[in-house]
């Protein structure tokens, strides 16, 4: 597709996270979604079925853009992936030039940087904020994904960023390929634990070592609670979430983690997270990026 900018109301696709043809996480994005209504934004993620986003003036000073998220069945206060591809798109269409940028959203202020070595967008988010599960949420997390008895044992926590995803740690990919979660289940089983969705994840292979700049490799899968699709290609929000459990686990300030998921929707993705760094050198956050690609018909 041709770096042409869209008309006000136009929608683009692209597609977010790519590790390989056909991969990726799906966006919808108007460029200048100024004057429309959110009906009108609601109805073009529920006519796509996926995490759509739209590029508003903003409003809170020192702020370069706003942007608004929703998903088939609500708007969203944050979407990792629809903000790298919104922030991509722009580039490419010259409407944002700058090093660097502020992002207005739902959940606070998002600042992004563009990678010129790379061509690719990073984006922030805050320290991470965890609270383990207990037994009896370990045992319910455990039948909801389909996983035998003794699972329950497995290391479970609720882990936020911007929003609450319940890491679970499984002992290989296979297993973590294996999954057939109870679906209809899903959505009560994370109002009662208090999660916006349930994302096992499992170490991947040392014979298939991540690409730099990330160190560690893991591949995670995604089933959020009521966003109107049963699973998700690519969620930054929760690889963000991922990667800070696992940094304070280690001591690991330095871990850059490639999170590869969609494999078993047959969408591969890959997330790339890194550590953010304040003035003193101590980690504030992390980034987040990934390859950004024109969806093709």
């Known amino acids: 597709m041709p770096p042409i900018v869209p008309a006000r109301g136009a929608e683009t696709l692209i597609d977010v996270f790519v590790r390989a043809p056909g991969g990726g996480n799906p966006v919808p994005l108007v460029a200048d979604a100024g004057g429309m209504h959110e009906s009108e934004m609601q109805q073009v993620a529920a006519r796509h079925g996926h995490e759509s ?70 984006i922030s988010q805050p320290r991470v904020q965890t609270r383990p599960l207990d037994e009896a949420q370990r045992s319910a997390v455990a039948a909801v994904l389909g996983l035998p008895a003794h699972a329950a044992a497995y290391p479970m926590t609720n882990a936020a960023t911007s929003r609450v995803k319940t890491l679970v740690a499984l002992p290989d990919v296979a297993t973590l390929a294996a999954l057939q979660p109870r679906f209809a289940e899903v959505e009560a089983l994370c109002e009662a634990i208090g999660s916006t969705g349930l994302y096992p994840y499992a170490p991947g292979a040392p014979e298939d070592p991540p ?41 690991g300030d330095a871990l850059v983690l490639a999170v590869r998921q969609g494999e078993s929707m047959g969408r591969p993705s890959e997330i790339l997270v890194a550590p953010r760094l304040g003035p003193d050198r101590k980690v504030e956050g992390c980034w987040l990026s990934g390859a950004v690609r024109w969806s093709t018909p």
């Open 53 to 122: 986003a739209f590029v508003l003036p903003p409003t809170r000073a020192g702020a370069d853009l706003r942007l608004r998220f929703f998903v088939p069945r609500h708007e969203m206060e944050m979407c990792g992936h629809a903000t790298v591809g919104a922030l991509w798109a722009l580039r490419q269409w010259g409407r944002w030039r700058t090093p660097a940028a502020r992002i207005e959203t739902l959940s606070g202020v998002v600042h992004a940087r563009w990678d010129e070595a790379a061509q690719r967008v990073w």
């Open 211 to 251: 690409a730099a700049p990330a160190t560690r490799a893991v591949h995670a899968r995604q089933f959020p609670r009521a966003s109107g699709y049963p699973e998700d290609a690519a969620t930054g929000i929760a690889a963000a979430a991922l990667w800070g459990h696992l940094a304070a686990a280690s001591g």
